[in-house]
């Protein structure tokens, strides 16, 4: 079966860090283009990260210089490591995967959720 | 960067109704977006992507149609199962925005 399951969240105080994990199942997460999306309690969906199978990673804006993405191949899991944490990234953090790069997100996690506050 | 904006940002609607949500692109996306579907607690549903392919296991009900600024989802008789809240998404580029969402709601 095809399945993500993220894990890693939880409360963290201001200008801390976490890194967040999304096991793949069933595909191999190398040979796939993987994004992590999050939502903000009550709001809607933001992109915020992209990963290719060739390895470039792109950004949202908001992220930017703070969040990095990255994946461990051997374990099939992609990664979100966040540092200079704020209440803005208060949200369920999704991890996605898109089969094909002209194709949307097919496959998504049940979400993690990452609490910024002291 | 793109920015993608969907109304009406709310839709009362009835078991049966031809339903329709447009989502307009502040620049060209070509035929590069995606249609999800959301329920309260649970991850997103991938419905349509490239604009007009219906996704597998989806629903023949649901459908796309638009290119380059305009695009619709269109639910042509809503069931029970339908109502929630729809988001489109471009993949044009990066950042791969999404809209702000339209929820479906019960009449």
């Known amino acids: 079966e095809v399945q993500l399951v993220e894990s890693g969240g939880g409360l963290v105080q201001p200008g801390g860090s976490l890194r967040l994990s999304c096991a793949a199942s069933g595909f191999t997460v190398s040979s796939s283009y993987m994004s992590w999306v999050r939502q903000a309690p009550g709001k809607g969906l933001e992109w915020v990260s992209f990963?290719?199978?060739?390895?470039?990673?792109y950004y949202a804006d908001s992220v930017k210089g703070r969040f990095t993405i990255s994946r461990d191949n051997s374990k099939n899991t992609l990664y979100l490591q966040m540092t200079s944490l704020s209440g803005e990234d208060t949200a369920v953090y999704y991890c996605?995967?898109?089969?094909?790069?002209?194709?949307?997100?097919?496959?998504w996690g049940q979400g993690t959720t990452v609490a910024v506050s002291s | 960067d793109i920015q993608m904006t969907q109304s009406p940002s709310t839709l009362s609607a009835s078991v049966g109704d031809r339903v329709t949500i447009t989502c307009r692109a502040s620049q060209s996306v070509d035929k590069w977006l995606a249609w999800y579907q959301q329920k309260p607690g649970k991850a997103p549903k991938l419905l349509i992507s490239r604009a007009s392919t219906l996704w597998s296991g989806v629903p023949s009900r649901f459908s796309g149609t638009g290119s380059e600024t305009e695009f619709t989802l269109t639910i042509s008789s809503l069931q029970p199962d339908d109502f929630a809240t729809y988001y489109c998404?471009?993949?044009?580029?990066?950042?791969?925005?999404f809209g702000q969402g339209t929820k479906v709601e019960i009449k």
């Open positions: 996605a995967r898109s089969v094909d790069v002209v194709d949307g997100m097919d496959v």
């Open positions: 998404q471009h993949y044009e580029s990066y950042p791969g925005t």
């Open positions: 990963i290719y199978a060739g390895g470039s990673t």
